[in-house]
């Protein structure tokens, strides 16, 4: 198994040294390697962002699906495998993946196990990649408010150490409710939520993942806490900066941005006949309105 993971241990360890030592002026060791495990994070969400964009694209082209996903359950309710199979068919056709909202979390798993293996290693005074020689003494030192960084909560008897890990825990686990249901509530189009696929599939992530964080955070070092709550709240940030600025149509976000267009006087706005949500319609721009000669009377 190492032979297999050898270069992901390189490459962490890697990103780790070279920031420890960029940061050598400072001559604190808790900041290196702190900040080592923070550019990580930074150096592989920016590598994924081609993965996010995929996401969001996936997202709400199963948005536009849902009419037809409702019709398959509806008309093969009786028969779940048929509608299995329908549902295939119709992702086929329409060449979208309904796990793509987890490619993130699964291209991030490699690198989040070699990190979690680097650090614990630190902990058993055994050198992974290049944490080796006076590298792996000097992680050993290294503290992150007092805790060190390959320790465990169910690793540790200090008591400052289970107070920052529980600290890192709670954060963790409090972004990933807070992203997913930022999400739910201003991100997707406001749909009928009985019998909704995609909408239960969203409901089940919203408690799920944060539950997860939870249990298995208690055998993470705070090294690895530090690497999962970061980029969560970089997924925390993506997200929010995607939905203010570029929201899915049919959203509440979306139709925020449409009613703050409207009032600027960028688009025309009209009201439902039916009452309740508006009706924008873009007014074509950077084209100046022509007068119209009138007919000189004879």
Partial sequence: MDSILNPLYTAVSWVLVTFHDLLSFTNNKDL???VGIIALV???RIILIPLFVKQIKSQRA???LAPHMKEIQKKYKDDRQKQSEEMMKLYREHKTNPLASCFPILAQAPIFFALF?????ISQNQGRGLMKGEYLASAREAHFFGAPLSSTFLGS???NTKIVTIALIFFMSATTFTTQRQLMVKGM???????????QQQKVMLYLFPIIFAVSGVNFPIGVLIYWSTTNLWTWGQQFYVIKRNPTPGSPAYEELQRKKAAKGLIDEKQNPEGGSTIVENQPTGQRKQPKRKKKRR
């Avoid at 293996?117 to 290693?121: A, E, G, Y």
């Fill in 62 to 64: 199963l948005t536009a």
């Fill in 42 to 44: 930074i150096l592989i």
């Fill in 117 to 121: 293996w680097v650090l614990n290693s």
């Fill in 189 to 199: 189009p406001k749909m009928d939520s009985s019998n909704n696929l995609m909408l």
């Fill in 32 to 34: 290196q390697w702190s």
């Fill in 157 to 159: 008897s200090d008591l």
